[in-house]
């Protein structure tokens, strides 16, 4: 399918999506669901079921009753103990689906309760399930040696997808083998998982990707537990069955962006100086932990990397509480991160009494004379230019001065009649932390046909079309034919090669360099072979960069994309609502090359960052999701969008010319530090937690 057809499928509303597939004798599945937190499971009783309807338990499952991502812990089914309320304890299959939730509401299963943990400061050794440490210097010597100490704690809350469509899946078992229908950005990962489970070769398994929405990380891994439940019920009936989450059982039980609590201990010089930092990172990963991941533990250890400090010290725990477990979520922690250390950077430039653009730039890193054209030397002279270029279009300086002279006016004066305003800023980068190992085992395909046409065969979930659209560019230039000759192969474990999992700066730097590589073998071979030609090639990092030659994909960076974020808020002083006055962001990731929609990207991520700042509330009551409708949480609408400008600095705007850089995955992580500083200074109020709602802005005045 090529991309105007992908769009001309949507607008006629004929695209295909999983709860729109209905094959013959089909099944409906549900889940049986623990009602407690924690416990052993002492008995169950499903009784006798009608005809047509079938039960399956943990024992029931043929292979390994587990999902091996990560630490490997989180099962299929729970079998002897659950761990959240919402954990899968028992599967049913039958022909209606009303019928089915009357069983499901008489099956009793009786516990032995166990104490239950709910916050990851209630941390034992048990329930610590990975570390990650990183120092360097001797920060326990600054911190005795009398130098000015500044310790703050960060809250971050958890954080819920709202995908359009809920999760779904369809399996069908004929006796020899399984097909899958599943919304899922990566279906060699599903096929991997059903076929541990069932205990069946990789061969025996065929995962296809019908129409899907755009998720963001909401269907990586998430998608793995539904398929499985539905692979598991079709393999026991023999019939095909469909299982489709309410929006209610999606909210209540998928995966969450975890919560954090980071404590940050900085220690600072008479001039603002910043000589060291302690920081302690705990990451609420609910009942098992699925996101201590290759990417996370590659960008931890630079925190605080842009600046200037030879004495860190940095440790972080993943601990499991009795919640649904956290999962994939855009930035893979970083946006917690980020959250922390660069609000906690605009409370030592207050605390030095220095604006926080005059302290970021006196303690950044300074590159000596000459080695900017050094591998892994160019990322310094970039975080200046979008420092200055943010400072420049949101006249940032200008109206701090401004807000800072006016509110300070206020704390001497009564009552505060008119709105309250503040400005913030941040400065973060990232990387993409891909693992070597994994990506060296990936490819992608490209064939010319004897109609002159191409076809390209990738795992790349695209929902919308624009990451086809520059690939199918790439091949366009280097084989000299229309972009409407070439054509992209459905998304089927059985007819494409596994490219890996779907995350979009993938695309830019690793899968259209190897589209690039298989095309201009294909021009090689043309005069010596015949058509068709098919060429296969894996994924590799290639070394060389020329940035003459516009035709070919820029290669993988020596280091991410850098971003800085200006915030400017208005806080009203009766109703203490928040209104969002603008978001500046200015970001370089070397070439862009569909400008329009990276653009959009970056808006759309700032929005979803907006909204786990400013009112994405997500709470749990005694381990169970409070706000599980989608009336009860609350997201950005079209009223709370403010004017977002993006500005990309590319290729001239630092010291050399540089790649595509890691923009693909860029989840925008500096807008919630930018907003609360700007909250901070329009109101005067110590805050340190996110998501901060009015009613949490008037307690916090009321005990100025």
Avoid at 243 to 248: A, D, F, G, L, N
Avoid at 398 to 421: D, F
Avoid at 429 to 451: A, C, F, I, Y
Avoid at 562 to 573: G, H, K, Q, R, S
Wanted: hydrophobic share 35%; proline share 6%.
């Amino acid at each position: 399918m090529n991309t105007a057809q992908i769009h001309k499928n949507k607008v006629a509303g004929q695209s295909v999506f999983t709860d729109d597939i209905f094959p013959k004798d089909l099944l409906y599945g549900i889940t049986v669901r623990s009602r407690i937190p924690r416990g052993e499971i002492r008995s169950v009783a499903i009784g006798d079921l009608p005809p047509a309807y079938t039960s399956v338990m943990a024992s029931d499952i043929p292979g390994k009753n587990r999902i091996p991502l990560f630490r490997g812990g989180m099962p299929f089914l729970a079998h002897k103990e659950v761990n959240y309320i919402g954990e899968p304890v028992i599967l049913l299959a039958g022909p209606d689906y009303a019928t089915l939730q009357n069983l499901a509401y008489e099956i009793e299963i009786e516990y032995n309760d166990q104490t239950p943990f709910f916050s990851p400061e209630d941390e034992t050794e048990e329930r610590l399930t990975d570390t990650i440490t990183y120092s360097k210097g001797d920060v326990r010597s600054l911190l005795e040696g009398g130098y000015n100490a500044i310790t703050k704690k960060y809250y971050t809350g958890s954080q819920e997808h709202l995908y359009l469509e809920p999760q779904s899946a369809i399996a069908a078992w004929d006796g020899q083998n399984l097909v899958c229908h599943v919304a899922t950005r990566a279906p060699f990962l599903v096929r991997e998982c059903i076929a541990e489970m069932l205990g069946l070769s990789n061969r025996k398994i065929r995962v296809i990707v019908p129409e899907i929405s755009d998720p963001f990380e909401g269907k990586i891994f998430f998608p793995i537990l539904v398929a499985g439940h539905a692979a598991l019920l079709s393999f026991r009936t023999g019939k095909p069955v469909k299982i489709v989450y309410s929006r209610h059982e999606d909210i209540s039980f998928s995966f969450k962006r975890p919560a954090t609590i980071i404590t940050h201990t900085s220690v600072i010089d008479g001039e603002g100086k910043l000589l060291g930092l302690k920081t302690d990172i705990v990451f609420d990963t609910g009942a098992y932990n699925v996101i201590s991941d290759y990417r996370l533990k590659s960008t931890t250890p630079a925190l605080f990397k842009q600046y200037d400090c030879d004495n860190v010290d940095v440790n972080v725990r993943f601990v499991s509480t009795n919640k649904v477990p956290a999962g994939r979520f855009s930035g893979s922690g970083e946006p917690q991160i980020v959250f922390a250390s660069e609000l906690h950077a605009s409370i030592i430039a207050k605390t030095a009494q220095m604006d926080p653009y005059i302290w970021k730039k006196k303690n950044l890193k300074l590159l000596p004379e000459g080695i900017s054209r050094q591998k892994n030397k160019t990322i310094i002279p970039h975080a200046i230019a979008v420092l200055d270029e943010v400072i420049n279009i949101s006249d940032f300086l200008r109206k701090y001065g401004a807000y800072e002279a006016v509110n300070k006016r206020r704390l001497t004066q009564q009552g505060m009649e008119t709105p309250l305003r503040g400005i913030g800023i941040s400065l973060s980068s990232r990387n993409t932390g891909l693992e070597p190992q994994k990506v060296l085992k990936q490819s992608v395909g490209v064939s010319l046909h004897k109609n002159k046409k191409v076809t390209i065969a990738t795992s790349l979930v695209d929902p919308d079309g624009s990451k086809y659209s520059y690939l199918a560019d790439v091949a366009s230039g280097i084989l000299n034919i229309s972009v409407a000759d070439i054509d992209f192969e459905s998304i089927d474990t059985s007819r494409i090669p596994d490219s890996g999992p779907t995350m979009y700066s993938r695309m830019t730097y690793l899968i259209g360099k190897t589209i690039e590589q298989c095309c201009l073998l294909i021009n090689k071979k043309k005069g010596k072979n015949p058509l068709p030609i098919e060429v296969k090639r894996k994924i590799d990092i290639p070394d060389g960069y020329n940035p003459a030659n516009d035709k070919k994909v820029p290669t993988p960076p020596c280091s991410g994309a850098w971003e800085a974020t200006v915030v400017e808020v208005e806080v009203d002083p009766v109703t203490y609502m928040t209104t969002c006055r603008g978001i500046w962001i200015v970001i370089h990731a070397g070439h862009i090359n569909i400008p329009e929609a990276a653009r959009e990207q970056v808006e759309a991520a700032a929005l979803q960052n907006l909204g786990f700042t400013s009112m994405e509330v997500l709470d749990f009551k005694n381990g169970r999701v409070y706000q599980n409708r989608i009336s009860d949480y609350t997201i950005p609408g079209i009223e709370d969008l403010p004017d977002i400008r993006v500005h990309f600095l590319e290729n001239g705007s630092g010291p050399e010319q540089a790649p595509s850089l890691d923009l693909g995955d860029q989840a925008v992580t500096g807008v919630a530090p930018a907003y609360i500083a700007a909250i901070i200074q329009a109101t005067g109020i110590d805050v340190t937690s996110i998501p901060l709602i009015p009613e949490t802005i008037q307690d916090r005045m009321e005990e100025m």
